[in-house]
């Protein structure tokens, strides 16, 4: 807040960057990568359910499905809710 250098990570972990979050990174989101099937591209988009039911981010990958997990999600083996989604687009 004063612009003084802070020295160690853990001090940004509760601060709040953005609000919805929708990024596809970033500590509050690691566990939406729990599937080991990702590559570093497979998530497409990411948002966090506005308040003041903020507490679920939804993500959308590239094999068409949505995903829905607590947020913040920040443990690497997160569960969440799947819904199937439109097959795949293929290219030629």
Request: overall charge positive; hydrophobic content about 35%; some cysteine.
């Amino acid at each position: 807040k004063d612009g003084a250098r802070q020295k160690t990570m853990s001090s940004f972990r509760d601060m709040r960057w953005q609000a919805p979050w929708t990024l596809t990174l970033g500590w509050p989101v690691i566990g939406i990568w729990a599937d080991p099937d990702y590559s570093a591209t497979s998530i497409k988009s990411c948002c966090q359910s506005c308040a003041p039911d903020d507490g679920y981010v939804a993500t959308g990958d590239e094999l068409g499905k949505v995903r829905l997990f607590r947020f913040p999600c920040p443990f690497v083996h997160a569960s969440g809710i799947v819904a199937g989604g439109p097959p795949p687009m293929g290219t030629r």
